[in-house]
């Protein structure tokens, strides 16, 4: 297994690629023991490091609540290679396929096949469920794997190396490690497919590189996520559900709520609301111990920056109090942003962090045609009780993915694709557009000795003309 920090070049890579591409090509596909096996040992081993994932998790956030990594990361995984495990057999059989009259009795099937070694590159806010789920996709295919995680979560990709070396061989599952040029040195391999989840610019550049193999790519990128808020729903229901997709993990999460369209007449409710149920939820802040700090320093600043450019444009600010976490520099206050306006760079920008623009809206026509007139979100979400409403706003809008009265919570379901369209993505993963994706779908036909083919093929005669007769 390869764990050192850096990759000295793009030779050492190549040889990485070309060893497992042999490995596959010698042994073929796994046969469906092999990979439930490989499944059942990767969940083993996740449960078995529970509490170090935790603490190491921890300690490359600052501070990240273990209760949080286990429900929004190590839960999401097991449940996922459950749900994985449980269908595998049923997506692995061959399918039978209509054959047209012409060409009877010939049989055709749909035989689905790994499609060698897939490339993995992870990002730092989940770096445990957005590497390993990726991975347990890929085995459940028949792939072998290479990844390359983040290297803003040194310690957690440090204890993921350890652990997969430990119950895979090398030539089946292999992280590397290092900075931004191993990184491009990976996305430039041929592969056979590449996985990225992480920010838009990167993964313009992934899929660049990804080009000059012809390489297809899967890319779980993120935009600006909106909500809408119809006048019929409960303020305090939804600045709940609000508070839960914004605030866990500090807001850095692809699918977090990014801003919300809230009717004129309860701007101010819905600000008192959601600072309510923040202040219940972290009593005691950022101080709070179950409120996680952001990953860096930069995006800390970053963040501040937004926050003081809306300030300076005229929105009101309202922070949840002030004090960090055991005086972590990178915690940031849960913040309202009220007034915000197109100009500012917080609607420019996707936010990533613990602060919400509330954006007041006349209805929610007006909130469908400022969100067409933007990029594509990975997901939106919208609150109303009633259908007519949830239908509008449903068959008006393209996203990734969406949900009805509440946020955040259809990344759990196994049963769902999830991916991104447009600026936001492409392709999908999860149970079994996840299988899919990691998959090749090869049509096989299957001739019989009599054919009717035969009776069209040179030299024509009359016996042609009859049977072209009957076929037109």
């Not at 000295?8 to 090509?25: C, E, I, K, W, Y």
């Not at 957690?156 to 030539?171: K, V």
């Not at 977090?256 to 009717?263: E, G, R």
Request: one cysteine or more; charged letters at 20%.
């Amino acid at each position: 297994m390869m764990t050192q920090a850096n990759i000295p070049s793009d030779g050492t890579l190549a040889d990485l690629l070309a060893h497992q591409r042999a490995a596959f090509v010698a042994a073929g596909a796994p046969p469906i023991e092999q990979r439930l096996a490989n499944l059942n040992t990767l969940r083993k081993a996740i449960l078995a490091l529970r509490s170090q994932f935790e603490e190491t998790i921890n300690a490359d956030f600052g501070n990240r609540s273990r209760f949080e990594t286990a429900i929004m990361e190590i839960m999401p995984v097991t449940q996922g290679i459950d749900y994985l495990r449980k269908h595998l057999r049923r997506w692995m059989r061959p399918q039978s396929r209509h054959v047209a009259m012409q060409f009877r009795p010939a049989r055709a099937k749909v035989l689905m096949q790994p499609l060698g070694v897939v490339g993995i590159v992870s990002p730092w806010n989940y770096p445990l469920a957005l590497c390993l789920m990726p991975l347990a996709t890929a085995l459940a295919a028949g792939n072998r794997v290479m990844i390359k995680p983040s290297e803003y979560t040194p310690r957690t990709s440090a204890l993921m190396s350890r652990m997969l070396a430990g119950i895979f061989p090398e030539d089946e599952v292999a992280i590397v490690t290092g900075g931004p040029d191993v990184g491009a040195a990976f996305s430039a391999l041929p592969f056979d497919h590449l996985f990225f989840t992480g920010s838009t610019g990167v993964g313009k550049a992934i899929m660049r590189a990804a080009s000059e193999n012809l390489v297809p790519v899967t890319l779980e990128l993120g935009g600006k996520s909106p909500v809408i808020v119809a006048d019929d729903y409960s303020i305090p229901r939804v600045a709940k559900a609000l508070v839960y997709g914004k605030l866990s993990n500090a807001g850095q999460t692809c699918v977090a709520p990014d801003y919300v369209f809230v009717p004129e007449d309860k701007v101010e409710a819905f600000a008192t609301a959601y600072e309510a149920e923040a202040r219940k939820a972290y009593p005691q802040g950022p101080a709070d111990k179950g409120y996680a700090s952001l990953i860096s320093q930069r995006h800390h600043d970053r963040l501040v920056g937004l926050i003081e450019d809306a300030r300076a444009k005229g929105a009101r600010i309202v922070q949840i109090g002030s004090k960090p976490y055991e005086g972590l520099s990178t915690t940031l206050a849960p913040t309202i942003v009220v007034g915000a306006t197109p100009d500012m760079k917080i609607m420019q920008e996707e936010i990533f962090g613990p602060v919400l623009p509330i954006v007041a809206c006349r209805s929610v026509d007006d909130a469908i045609t400022r969100i067409n007139a933007g990029e594509r979100p990975l997901a939106l979400y919208v609150f109303s009780d009633r259908q007519d409403v949830v239908d509008k706003v449903l068959s008006s809008t393209t996203s990734g993915s969406a949900v009805v009265n509440d946020t955040v919570i259809q990344f759990a379901q196994d049963d769902m694709p999830f991916g991104g369209v447009g600026a936001s993505g492409m392709g999908a993963y999860h149970g079994e557009e996840g299988f899919k994706t990691f998959s090749h779908a090869k049509g096989v036909l299957f001739q019989s000795r009599l054919s009717m083919v035969g009776m069209m093929r040179a030299p024509f005669g009359s016996l042609a003309d009859r049977v072209l007769g009957f076929m037109l």
